[in-house]
């Protein structure tokens, strides 16, 4: 069965460091997007993407953060210079179309130390 | 603006014994209802989905949910519970109109004791 993979499954970093988190959609799915969820809080939406541009971002999601598209099979989450309250599970989803169920990744736990 | 109810945190219920957790939302738009499952340290498991149609879905793993536009509620429910059915519950809500995105409630933590 297809399925969203995530990669690393954990990753530590400093503070002010900029981190990648790494997503391959399923490969006929064309709307990507981006979860997190804070450790005992909500799932939250971050952005969505579609034919190469953001279609959709959350207050959440400022300037430190952006997406990409860099081939035809990886959608990356970057955020430039990490905080302590960045520390959470990030989710990538994928969906084939814009009225289709979103299938998730199994997520990457990001901890800034 | 858009949002999402799940009014029980922990649930906690027999083997063997029926299982409905709550949802309610609150939304400007037809919606589109999931629910997704996360066991410990995984990702979100879609359970099962409503977009249109007849309002009781069926889902994987036995699962249910009845959709009920009067009460603006999407209630998940299960016949009788098994020890692994034990996890975190999501319910959440999209639309079309708000670009897809979804809005997911709180959770409800299920615990199954045998």
């Known amino acids: 069965e297809p399925e969203v993979t995530q990669t690393p499954s954990h990753q530590v970093t400093q503070m002010g460091q900029e981190v990648i988190l790494r997503c391959v959609p399923i490969s006929n799915h064309l709307y990507f997007y981006w979860y997190r969820q804070i450790l005992g809080q909500k799932v939250e939406f971050l952005v969505s993407?579609?034919?190469?541009?953001?279609?959709?971002k959350s207050e959440i999601f400022d300037d430190q953060f952006s997406v990409e598209r860099p081939d035809g099979s990886n959608f990356t989450l970057k955020i430039r210079s990490t905080k302590l309250e960045d520390s959470a599970m990030y989710f990538c989803?994928?969906?084939?179309?814009?009225?289709?169920?979103?299938?998730f990744g199994q997520g990457t736990r990001l901890t800034v130390v | 603006a858009q949002s999402v109810t799940q009014p029980d945190i922990h649930i906690t219920v027999s083997e063997g014994a029926s299982l409905e957790l709550r949802c309610n939302y609150s939304y400007g738009a037809t919606p589109y209802l999931f629910w997704y499952v996360q066991s410990p340290g995984q990702g979100l498991q879609l359970l099962l989905k409503y977009f249109s149609g007849d309002t009781l879905v069926q889902g994987i793993k036995g699962f249910e949910a009845e959709f009920k536009r009067s009460q603006s509620s999407f209630n998940l429910r299960k016949p009788s519970v098994h020890w692994s059915d034990a996890a975190e519950y999501f319910c959440?809500?999209?639309?079309?109109?708000?670009?897809?995105?979804?809005?997911f409630g709180a959770g409800t933590i299920l615990r199954v004791k045998s």
């Open positions: 959440a809500v999209g639309a079309k109109e708000y670009g897809n995105k979804l809005v």
């Open positions: 993407f579609y034919n190469n541009e953001i279609s959709e």
């Open positions: 989803a994928s969906s084939e179309l814009e009225d289709t169920e979103a299938f």
